[in-house]
């Protein structure tokens, strides 16, 4: 089945770090460009960063730059998120998705993680 | 950037028709044909509706269409039904990445 499965979410403490996972069954993983979404609680959806297939561009929301780096291992068909020095402001559902048909057109997503950033 | 606006809320009776709009820059909505729209039901992931303006992906009924004029685009919801009801977003290429709207909560009376 074609999915997308997040993992890796959970409580932490200003100033520290977590990894997240996002799984990709189903499809040919290394022909798509895939993201990271979030979504903070009763708010909207904000992009936090994007990795092109072969990972030839990587591309950061300026809120995360610096902080998050984003990477894929294409032979796991696995999409990750390694978050330092979070911020209470970095709380949030993290949803992994997949761009199809241009650039930024998200048609694929998961159910999301959970992360908790608050001492 | 500054997030995309949209109305905080909207509202249709059962069959009527309803329009959502987003309003950018000539830096966004107004300067590309990459707008998107998602619908997202709650504690649900969103889901691609429209994309580039006018398409519709594979399954999505033909009741949902885009358009969009000068920096505003729109979404129209044909002969809403009671399962239309969710929250909308927005979204735009910027010349660089992509910027969402803040969300419509469309509701079904």
């Known amino acids: 089945e074609v999915q997308l499965v997040e993992s890796g979410g959970g409580l932490v403490k200003p100033g520290g770090s977590l990894r997240l996972s996002c799984a990709a069954p189903?499809?040919?993983?290394?022909?798509?460009?895939m993201n990271w979404v979030r979504q903070a609680p009763g708010r909207g959806l904000e992009w936090v960063s994007s990795v092109r297939s072969s990972s030839t561009h990587i591309f950061y929301a300026d809120s995360v730059k610096g902080r998050f780096t984003i990477s894929r291992d294409d032979a796991k068909q696995s999409l990750y998120l390694q978050m330092n020095s979070l911020r209470v402001e970095d709380t949030a559902v993290y949803y992994c998705a997949r761009t199809n048909w241009g650039d930024w057109n998200f048609d694929l997503w998961g159910r999301g993680t959970l992360v908790t950033v608050s001492s | 950037q500054s997030a995309l606006t949209q109305p905080a809320s909207v509202s249709g009776s059962p069959g009527q028709s309803i329009t959502i709009s987003c309003t950018g820059t000539s830096s966004d909505v107004g300067g590309y044909n990459y707008v998107c729209w998602y619908q997202q039901h709650p504690g649900k992931a969103p889901k691609l509706m429209i994309y580039d303006v006018t398409n519709r992906p594979s399954g999505v009924s033909n009741r949902f269409s885009g358009s969009k004029s000068g920096n505003t685009a729109s979404l129209t919801i044909s002969g809403l039904q009671a399962e239309d009801e969710a929250d909308y977003y927005c979204s735009s290429y910027t010349g660089r990445n992509v910027v969402f709207g803040g969300g419509t909560n469309l509701i079904v009376l």
């Open positions: 189903g499809f040919t993983f290394s022909a798509y460009n």
